[in-house]
């Protein structure tokens, strides 16, 4: 994005062997990762000056911070079916997509994402394949069908377009409890709204409801018909504003919010601390949208008062040597019942250290969006599909479940890794008992 220059990290685990997950992220066509097989971990580098979540691109769509037109929304839509009908004749199944999990991958810096509509070119790459969701409570089930998840996601995508584009406009329509009236109204704003009508009518009910080959097809009718063939224009004539630098209020504030973000970076930026930086862009974005749509003349938006998330991180590493002896007292016995010799318990819980801090990089999955650090279910809405809206979460605190995620998580790795060197130190005692003996 204009305005932001700095990287973070997406961590994600898989269970594949080292061979087929190299050639599924060796297709997909992503540069920046390093694969760890030792903890089975994938780490991504991502430049958010040029690549960008599709969670979060939405989100500042739906929060008025950005504006894409809806022919570039529908072409994305296009683009992130095309990438899974690609990976599927492959035989490449992601098993955990999210809008989470979807990078788009700009490929020319004069056209950065800007709170403008500006020229996107773009590749799509999908990250996290073969990781559970970690943050659902059961996330050794959380496995979805790769059609299911690309429908849902285009859906999602098409609905909040739609509801930008004419929830205002409805605004008034359903409080009318008259049938006769509320028909009328209806009939009222087809007639003043008939391509937009029209063109969520063909994608949705027409479309994507029916089968992606109809999806397809209703997009290619739809730039036909609005002189956007093959999406040369990015732009449905005469339904997507011309926005010009000259006429455009938005359009002349592109200068002052890559300002604003410059700022913000220098500010609250560090080396390695990405994860707090972006809970504050979080938090700044919608202020700098109000800034956009209420004033005359712009302000730099400050960072407000982190309220709202906390740093897990602390989460992370709180407990490790708790665990680690709670573990061993409650299983050396058991693994020692018969023999006679002491443990070394220092030389077992440095060897054990030093195996968890490289199994325990997984727990860095929590890092990867500032939503997992939400305080309250006050924020809910923010959460896309990946936290279930109907489950305990409405009536638990967020973090409090994400806590207890991070909590079973760490306790799970620990017990594996300390029994596992337990019974490696009683069998290298028994060896060198034996060889004493001969």
Known sequence: MKGLNYSSILTYSYEKSQEDMKRILEFDG??????????????????????ITLSLLLYLQESKFIRLTIAQNIQLCLDILQKYQELKKQNIQHNYLSSDRILINLTDIKHQITIMPERLLYTIHFVGYDCPFYEKENYKNSKKNDDQSIKEIIISITQLIRNKELKSKEKGKQLITDQRK??????????????????????????I??????????SQIIFEKYNNLNNKNQRLVGVDKSFTMLKSKRGRRIDNVKENLEWIQKQYYKDGQFYEFQQILQLTFPLIA?????????????????????????????????????????NKDE?????????DLKLIKDDINS????????????????????????????????????????????????QIQISELKQKIIQEVVITKLKIYVELQIMQVSEDML
């Open 209 to 218: 409801f029916k089968s992606f080959d109809k999806f397809i097809e209703a």
């Open 355 to 402: 195996q968890l801090d490289n199994q325990l990089k997984i727990l860095n999955y929590f890092l990867n969006d500032v939503k997992f650090s939400l305080i309250n279910q006050d924020n809910i809405q923010q959460l896309d599909n990946i936290l279930i809206r109907n489950s305990f979460l409405q009536i638990k605190n967020i973090q409090q479940h994400i």
């Open 30 to 51: 992503l540069t920046n990762w390093q694969q760890n097989d030792d903890c089975k971990i994938v780490e991504y580098k991502i430049d958010h000056s040029m690549q």
């Open 290 to 330: 109000k800034e956009l749509k209420e004033s005359r003349i712009y302000s730099d938006q400050k960072a407000p008062k982190n309220d709202k998330y906390i740093n897990l991180k602390e989460d992370l590493s709180n407990n490790k040597e708790e665990f680690i002896n709670q573990i061993i007292n409650e």
């Open 335 to 343: 693994i020692m019942k018969d023999f006679k010799f002491e443990l």
């Open 182 to 207: 509320r028909e009328q109204k209806e009939k009222e704003f087809n007639q003043k709204y008939p391509d937009l009508v029209n063109i969520f009518k063909t994608l949705m009910d027409e479309g």
